[in-house]
């Protein structure tokens, strides 16, 4: 199963590919798209989406696991963080394929083992687990996280699926 992560953010959103192998996680690629501050909202929010749409479109993802909005004490810097995932949503929509939702906690949960890790700790981790030569910007480190995360829960779904229909008794 291919997956595309999404790090949402107006100035800087990113993304991360990985490939899972049953147990095994395959990088595949990764990168921020940038916005610039000078430009209006809207504009940025068109950037991101083509962005995405031209990732989706080349990459073709099975998945898109998007991170969910953190709640801060800035009420305008959320919102605007709500627009960007918000487009993420959609351009995994655009596409028909399913999008999954992770919070900023069940990530760190899932790659570092512990739901306060700092940000340093999530990029060393994804690097570990990817194998990757060096070790990926923040953004798109997240996004790499938020792919890792649910490989995870995909792959403990199936686990749980498959022992749920093990278990059931013929009916008769």
């Keep these: 199963m291919r997956i595309l992560g999404v790090d949402p953010g107006t100035l800087a959103t990113g993304y991360g590919l990985i490939e899972s192998q049953g147990s095994r996680l395959v990088h595949i690629a990764h990168g921020t798209v940038r916005t610039s501050p000078r430009s209006e909202l809207a504009e940025r929010l068109a950037v991101i989406f083509r962005e995405l749409c031209r990732v989706i479109g080349e990459a073709a993802p ?85 792919a890792i995360c649910h490989a995870h829960s995909h792959t403990l779904q199936n686990r749980l699926d498959r022992l749920a229909m093990a278990t059931k008794e013929p009916r008769p």
Excluded: W
């Design 62 to 146: 099975d998945a898109v696991a998007v991170e969910k909005v953190f709640v801060s004490a800035n009420v305008a810097s959320a919102l605007k963080l709500c627009h960007a995932r918000g487009v993420a949503l959609l351009a995994g929509a655009q596409f028909q394929l399913p999008v999954y939702e992770y919070s900023a906690l069940q990530v760190k949960s899932s790659v570092v083992g512990y739901g306060k890790a700092a940000k340093s700790q999530v990029q060393q981790m994804t690097r570990m687990i990817l194998k990757l030569p060096a070790t990926a910007p923040a953004d798109a480190a997240d996004a790499l996280a938020v």
